[in-house]
């Protein structure tokens, strides 16, 4: 990493007792080609032996801080105060960039847009390929895209600092709905990359409390689109779901091609 030169793009890794998966994430981020990069590293005051992963990892980490927080977004908002790149984008521990040449293709890709975007795919804890994500991506992106949902995953959204905003933390679970919807409402322009940007595990916070994720993210999508929009658009969820189990069935295991080019 050059610390001289202004970050190109900053990278906000939120972690908690998860030093395995941290591992993993930042491994990953260690292996892009790509030079101008902040990467910012905020734990949560972690017990076991994250903060050795950490000064293992001094090399591609730039900023690192391990305090208590008030839980989630409260550490991500806390990587946006941090981040002093043109751009942000969230990778937490588990998370990783789907190819090695992910960053350098978005940079030689893009054209100053605000918001930048792709897919995402769902994988197991050890990183094996378990599916597509049941949303599929606009061609187009605006704030209305959101009206069913997080229609991008949060770690497939590469966002202008200066139009990002911090995450509402009256929200345990959904932040990041709002988050997106809030900050598409400020950008200008966005760019659909056309390939896969990451690869996520299941089994976060969304996954484990369901009924308060359900809560949130109808007063959420209720607040930006009206009850009656999100009413409708939660009557038609059923029938998408079944539609995409459908589809992970009839193509079980079998990995998207990412369009990136391999040098």
């Known amino acids: 990493m050059n610390k001289k030169l202004s970050p190109w793009l900053s990278i906000i890794t939120v972690c908690y007792n998860d030093s395995k998966n941290l591992k993993r994430t930042l491994q990953n981020i260690r292996e892009q080609n790509c030079k101008f990069i902040q990467l910012i590293v905020v734990d949560g005051d972690s017990t076991d032996d994250t903060k050795s992963v950490i000064t293992s990892y001094t090399d591609v980490i730039t900023d690192w801080i391990s305090e208590k927080d008030a839980g989630l977004f409260n550490a991500m908002n806390k990587g946006i105060k941090l981040a002093n790149g ?54 187009t992106l605006d704030w209305r895209s959101f009206k069913s949902g997080m229609v991008i995953c949060h ?22 709905l709002d988050w997106a919807i809030c900050t598409t409402k400020r950008a200008k322009s966005t760019l659909n990359l056309g390939i896969t940007i990451c690869d996520f595990q299941r089994g976060g916070l969304s996954d484990k ?55």
């Not at 770690?155 to 990041?176: E, M, P």
């Open 155 to 176: 770690q497939a959204l590469i966002v202008k600092t200066s139009v990002a905003r911090s995450h509402d933390i009256q929200y345990q679970i959904c932040a990041d």
């Open 209 to 263: 409390k369901r009924g308060l994720a359900l809560l949130e993210r109808w007063k959420i999508l209720s607040k930006h689109f009206g009850w009656a929009q999100t009413m409708w658009s939660h009557m038609k969820i059923p029938s998408k779901f079944l539609l995409w189990k459908l589809n992970g069935y009839l193509n079980h295991n079998i990995p998207p091609p990412n369009p990136l080019p391999h040098h």
């Open 86 to 139: 043109e751009y942000i984008v969230f990778l937490n521990a588990g998370d990783v960039f789907h190819d090695s040449q992910v960053i350098s293709y978005i940079y030689s890709h893009h054209h100053q847009e605000d918001i930048l975007y792709g897919n995402a795919v769902f994988v197991h804890q050890d990183g094996r390929y378990k599916g597509p994500r049941h949303k599929k991506i606009p061609k």
